[in-house]
Nanobody, 115 residues
Framework: QVQLVASGGGLVQPVGSLRLSCAAS????????MEWHRQAPGNQRELVAR???????NYADSVKGRFTISRDNAKNTVYLQMNSLKPEDTALYYC?????????WGQGTQVTVSS
């Protein structure tokens, strides 16, 4: 069982920045594939970014060049640095761990981009 605790959400003005963090339990964090997803009201949950155990990354087209996912295996933590935020980035952001063909979700952290 992997437990995930996400933090760092909040209210930010357009073109501002936020950094989300997701702390994971377990002694084998380095082999987890970690993902950030988001869900806006009325929309389906969508993949925002993924980082593999070897630190290869993938991004949704809508966030490429603005968001950066990274991991610190010593701290069992994955980050999502979000720059140049837009109102359409407003959503509940979730972190997800995939290991041994099983998926674990953390609680969401709300990001609101508004002036």
């Amino acid at each position: 069982q992997v437990q995930l605790v996400a933090s760092g959400g909040g209210l930010v003005q357009p073109v501002g920045s936020l950094r989300l963090s997701c702390a994971a339990s377990g002694s084998t964090f380095s082999i987890y594939t970690m993902e950030w997803h988001r869900q806006a009201p009325g929309n389906q949950r969508e993949l925002v970014a993924r980082i593999a155990p070897g630190s290869g990354t993938n991004y949704a087209d809508s966030v490429k060049g603005r968001f950066t996912i990274s991991r610190d295996n010593a701290k069992n933590t994955v980050y999502l640095q979000m720059n140049s935020l837009k109102p359409e980035d407003t959503a509940l952001y979730y972190c997800k761990a995939v290991v041994a063909l099983r998926a674990y979700w953390g609680q969401g952290t709300q990001v609101t981009v508004s002036s």
